[in-house]
Structures are given as C-alpha cells and as structure tokens.
C-alpha cells in the first residue's frame, strides 16, 4: 500500500476524497475505493471469534451491540487499509474524532423508489 492507492493518513490530506481519485488503487475488477476514505459500517454484530458468529441463527444485533468495521478511513494507518480489516464499534458512538463511516445499503427490487441513495454518511466529526 502506497499513498498512490489509497486515501490514508500517509497522504496527509486527513480528509474524505472524492470517490475514484485514488485509480491506481483499483482492484481486479476494477472496482475503486475498496480500502481507506471511509470506513465500511456492517450490521454485523462484532463477535471476537468469528467462527462463532456464523454459527449464529440470528445475526441482526439490536440496540447499541458492537458492530464491524471494514477497510480503514483517511485517518488509518497501513495496517488497517485493507479489505480484510475487521474492527468494531459502536453504533451510538458520538466521539471527538474525526472517524468517518459509511453505510452501505442494499435496494430491493419490489420497492426501487424508496431506496434512491445507495450510501449513507453516518457522521464526520
């Protein structure tokens, strides 16, 4: 991972960049933007085994349990620039930081016109 790839904290911008500006950090697919600029907020409940997890019947947290956090933000260190990063919050979580996530959401083919955004910003402090 170089600053050419990804939106992290080795840029310097410690701010969202546009979607794409980063195109050298494509995947395969060519897909953009699957690491850092923003977190990826799952409805996943965080388990710390996550074999126990998807041996769950019912995976839906409610209330303030933790969630999954993927793929790093602009404030992220290497480490956590990657698609494979799995951590956790909580989704009440009204910090001081400058964290920000993102919710991805499905539209579902019976009800297109009630799903016109297909992201969500939670919150940018």
């Given at each position: 991972?170089?600053?050419?790839?990804?939106?992290y904290?080795?840029?310097?911008?410690?701010?969202?960049?546009?979607?794409?500006?980063?195109?050298?950090?494509?995947?395969d697919?060519?897909?953009?933007?699957?690491?850092?600029?923003?977190f990826?907020w799952?409805a996943?409940?965080?388990?710390?085994?996550y074999?126990?997890?998807?041996?769950?019947?019912?995976n839906?947290?409610?209330?303030?349990?933790?969630?999954?956090?993927?793929?790093?933000?602009?404030?992220?260190?290497?480490?956590?620039?990657?698609?494979?990063?799995?951590?956790?919050?909580?989704?009440?979580?009204?910090?001081?930081?400058?964290?920000?996530f993102?919710?991805?959401?499905?539209?579902?083919?019976?009800?297109?016109?009630?799903?016109?955004?297909?992201?969500?910003?939670?919150?940018?402090?």
């Amino acid at each position: 991972m170089t600053p050419n790839h990804a939106n992290y904290a080795d840029t310097s911008l410690n701010a969202t960049s546009t979607v794409g500006a980063f195109p050298r950090g494509a995947s395969d697919y060519e897909l953009l933007d699957m690491s850092g600029n923003v977190f990826e907020w799952c409805a996943t409940e965080w388990q710390e085994n996550y074999a126990e997890y998807l041996k769950k019947e019912n995976n839906q947290p409610e209330g303030d349990a933790r969630r999954v956090l993927r793929g790093g933000s602009f404030g992220s260190d290497d480490r956590l620039v990657r698609c494979a990063y799995r951590g956790w919050y909580f989704p009440l979580y009204r910090g001081n930081d400058s964290s920000v996530f993102v919710w991805c959401v499905r539209c579902s083919p019976i009800f297109p016109k009630l799903c016109t955004l297909r992201t969500l910003v939670l919150w940018s402090l």
